[in-house]
């Protein structure tokens, strides 16, 4: 291998800041896409090496990440692009890191950890916001009761969507909801379970949401019983549940494929002072069989500043051996307190009522 770093999918609005951020704390990824026009830009604004290459042949693939120790794939939906990458890492012996969020992806690569030891390398996806902050704090929270039996998550702050997370939502339409029973996923509906959580002595109505911790926080903490929230407001609680008639239509190629367009060309993503403002709050809380509970609040800045810091010092971390061979989640890797290292991000105890 003659390189270490292969940023695929840099040129997104995810993988610039990612790339961006690799730069300014003194790495020197090589970038890398399918549309040549766009990397070779981008590598010539911040001075780097760059590669041009699709995912549709597996021997050009193979050919290309064999010159890395390791690939970290930006570019979304992870649906389409995770699967060949990853294929091609197993060959060559190159680790594999993503930002991947949707549940079955996760899923489907947890299912490569046979592979991945055969092969001495880490498959370590879901390296951005969804769902360091959120794998770290199910990390923490199961640590502190015996034998957990029930972990909820409940975010707050989702205010802002570039166009890769836009398309990974369209994706997602096919199974509007997901929970965790009994250590089997299964589907429910939109809007499954409403419920109220605290944040910030601020009480906020949220709702069931198939968040990628459905899938990994069962792999880092082995809680059978995983639900994920995020806050609405009225208006959309009243949207989501009506539109469990149409998850079908939703759902369909066709609407996907044609909604994923129309995401190209009305979503740009946040601004640097929207995500400056930006904050978000997650509440955790696991419960046992016998009632003993714990919960505890996170604080973090905008998620895709955030991503883009964990990314690259989740990549810098593999790069440097600092990771266990096979697939593994961020809370698993570097445990419960590495979310605490990024400036910005504050965690404490919250008192329950006994």
């Given at each position: 291998?003659t390189?270490?770093l292969?940023?695929?999918?840099?040129?997104?609005?995810?993988g610039?800041l990612?790339?961006?951020?690799a730069?300014?704390?003194?790495?020197?990824?090589?970038?890398?896409?399918?549309r040549a026009?766009a990397?070779?830009?981008?590598?010539?604004?911040?001075?780097?090496?760059?590669?041009?290459?699709?995912?549709?042949?597996?021997t050009v693939?193979?050919?290309t990440?064999?010159?890395?120790?390791?690939?970290?794939?930006?570019a979304?939906?992870?649906?389409s692009?995770?699967?060949?990458?990853?294929?091609?890492?197993?060959e060559?012996g190159?680790?594999?890191?993503d930002i991947?969020?949707?549940?079955?992806?996760?899923?489907?690569i947890?299912?490569r950890d046979?592979?991945a030891?055969?092969?001495?390398?880490?498959?370590l996806?879901a390296?951005?916001?969804?769902?360091?902050?959120?794998?770290?704090?199910?990390?923490y929270?199961?640590?502190?009761?015996?034998?957990?039996?029930?972990?909820?998550?409940?975010?707050d702050?989702?205010?802002?969507?570039?166009p890769?997370?836009?398309?990974?939502?369209i994706?997602?339409?096919?199974?509007p909801g997901t929970?965790?029973e009994?250590?089997t996923?299964?589907?429910?509906?939109?809007?499954w379970?409403?419920?109220?959580f605290t944040?910030?002595g601020?009480q906020k109505?949220?709702?069931?949401?198939?968040?990628?911790?459905v899938s990994?926080a069962?792999?880092?903490?082995?809680?059978?019983?995983?639900?994920?929230?995020a806050?609405?407001?009225?208006?959309?609680?009243?949207?989501?549940?009506r539109?469990?008639r149409?998850?079908?239509?939703?759902?369909?190629?066709p609407?996907?494929?044609?909604?994923?367009?129309?995401i190209?060309?009305?979503?740009?993503?946040p601004t640097?002072?929207?995500?400056?403002?930006?904050?978000?709050?997650?509440?955790?809380?696991v419960?046992?069989?016998?009632?003993?509970?714990?919960?505890?609040?996170?604080?973090?800045?905008?998620?895709?500043?955030?991503?883009a810091?964990?990314a690259?010092?989740?990549?810098?971390r593999v790069?440097?051996?600092?990771?266990?061979?096979?697939?593994?989640?961020?809370?698993?890797?570097?445990?419960?307190?590495?979310?605490?290292m990024?400036?910005?991000?504050?965690?404490r105890?919250?008192?329950l009522p006994?």
């Amino acid at each position: 291998m003659t390189d270490e770093l292969l940023i695929y999918g840099s040129y997104g609005y995810t993988g610039s800041l990612i790339a961006k951020t690799a730069v300014d704390e003194g790495e020197s990824p090589v970038l890398a896409g399918r549309r040549a026009e766009a990397v070779e830009a981008q590598a010539t604004e911040i001075g780097l090496d760059h590669r041009t290459f699709s995912l549709e042949h597996s021997t050009v693939i193979e050919q290309t990440v064999s010159d890395f120790d390791t690939v970290l794939n930006c570019a979304g939906p992870f649906s389409s692009t995770a699967t060949p990458l990853i294929d091609a890492c197993v060959e060559t012996g190159t680790n594999y890191l993503d930002i991947a969020g949707q549940i079955d992806v996760l899923e489907s690569i947890a299912k490569r950890d046979d592979d991945a030891v055969e092969s001495d390398i880490t498959l370590l996806p879901a390296v951005g916001f969804d769902v360091v902050p959120t794998d770290c704090l199910a990390v923490y929270l199961a640590d502190r009761v015996e034998s957990p039996a029930r972990l909820r998550l409940a975010i707050d702050g989702l205010a802002t969507f570039s166009p890769g997370t836009g398309k990974s939502i369209i994706e997602g339409l096919r199974h509007p909801g997901t929970i965790r029973e009994n250590g089997t996923i299964r589907d429910v509906p939109a809007a499954w379970k409403t419920r109220e959580f605290t944040f910030d002595g601020i009480q906020k109505k949220a709702v069931t949401v198939p968040w990628g911790d459905v899938s990994t926080a069962f792999y880092a903490t082995d809680v059978p019983n995983i639900e994920t929230y995020a806050t609405v407001p009225e208006y959309a609680l009243k949207i989501m549940k009506r539109s469990r008639r149409f998850t079908r239509a939703f759902g369909s190629k066709p609407v996907r494929e044609a909604s994923k367009t129309l995401i190209d060309h009305v979503v740009s993503g946040p601004t640097a002072a929207q995500r400056e403002q930006n904050v978000t709050q997650i509440v955790g809380e696991v419960e046992t069989d016998d009632g003993e509970q714990a919960s505890a609040h996170l604080r973090t800045p905008d998620t895709y500043d955030l991503t883009a810091k964990t990314a690259v010092e989740s990549a810098r971390r593999v790069l440097n051996n600092e990771v266990e061979t096979g697939f593994l989640t961020p809370g698993e890797a570097f445990g419960a307190d590495y979310i605490l290292m990024f400036p910005g991000v504050e965690r404490r105890d919250i008192d329950l009522p006994r």
